[in-house]
């Protein structure tokens, strides 16, 4: 059972302009959300997190947005560049948790942000 | 800084047979996460340790297992291996769980 789903296997944008990448989660316990970014032949790499005590959090050209009602959440990359074309997938949580932590990872979207 | 180290990058076994992978962590986390990735599925949560403890384990038959050392690195063993089990097997440190993870670069795993 998919509890985080990313239903945009891929997505192409020119350069300059916003990328908006989606995820949706059917599980109303999780209270933590995160981005990470995979490049060919190398492991995820952190990218950007939310509580869900907040709607928005911002670092640098990325932004992620939280609507917990919809249980949505999505990230914005402004403005995209050639160097942002990779797989992003989004993951969720409960935290904290005394007996552990579990992420949930959505399948993922290729973004190729054409030159 | 050395990051999340996964040994060996490629194996290729044949059904039946079994296999160890190894990880080792960024140094001073102690929270160790393995992660199966297939195309089409995402990444999905095989087990976490911490403290040599396994902490959480997800949906995956008992053929599965690790374990984590004192020095907080981990090993995952796949017994009696089938052709679904061939993945790209990911391991990912944290300080302490539920921390943004760090991953290796993973273990390609093919079974013919």
């Known amino acids: 059972d998919q509890q985080v789903k990313q239903n945009s296997p891929s997505l192409s944008v020119q350069e300059g302009r916003i990328s908006i990448l989606n995820c949706d989660y059917t599980?109303?316990?999780?209270?933590?959300f995160l981005w990470y970014k995979k490049y060919p032949a190398e492991g995820p790499t952190f990218l950007i997190s939310i509580s869900s005590i907040k709607d928005k959090n911002e670092d640098g050209r990325f932004t992620v947005f939280l609507n917990k009602s919809a249980k949505h959440l999505s990230l914005h990359i402004v403005p995209s560049q050639p160097g942002d074309s990779a797989v992003y997938f989004c993951?969720?949580?409960?935290?904290?948790?005394?007996?552990?932590?579990?992420?949930?990872f959505g399948t993922g979207t290729s973004l190729t942000v054409i030159p | 800084k050395a990051g999340v180290t996964q040994t060996p990058r490629y194996l290729i076994k044949t059904r039946g047979q079994q296999v160890t992978l190894s990880c080792s962590p960024i140094?001073?986390?102690?929270?160790v996460s393995w992660y199966q990735q297939t195309p089409g599925q995402g990444l999905q949560f095989l087990f976490e340790?911490?403290?040599?403890?396994?902490?959480n384990k997800g949906n995956f038959p008992g053929r599965f297992s690790g374990r984590q050392f004192s020095n907080s690195r981990s090993e995952m063993n796949v017994s009696t291996l089938e052709l679904g089990d061939s993945a790209l097997y990911l391991c990912?440190?944290?300080?302490?769980?539920?921390?943004?993870?760090?991953f290796g670069d993973g273990t390609r795993l093919s079974i013919l």
């Open positions: 599980n109303s316990m999780f209270d933590y």
């Open positions: 140094s001073g986390h102690r929270s």
């Open positions: 990912a440190s944290s300080l302490t769980t539920g921390q943004p993870q760090h």
């Open positions: 340790y911490f403290s040599e403890t396994q902490r």
């Open positions: 993951a969720a949580s409960w935290r904290p948790r005394s007996t552990g932590n579990q992420f949930y």
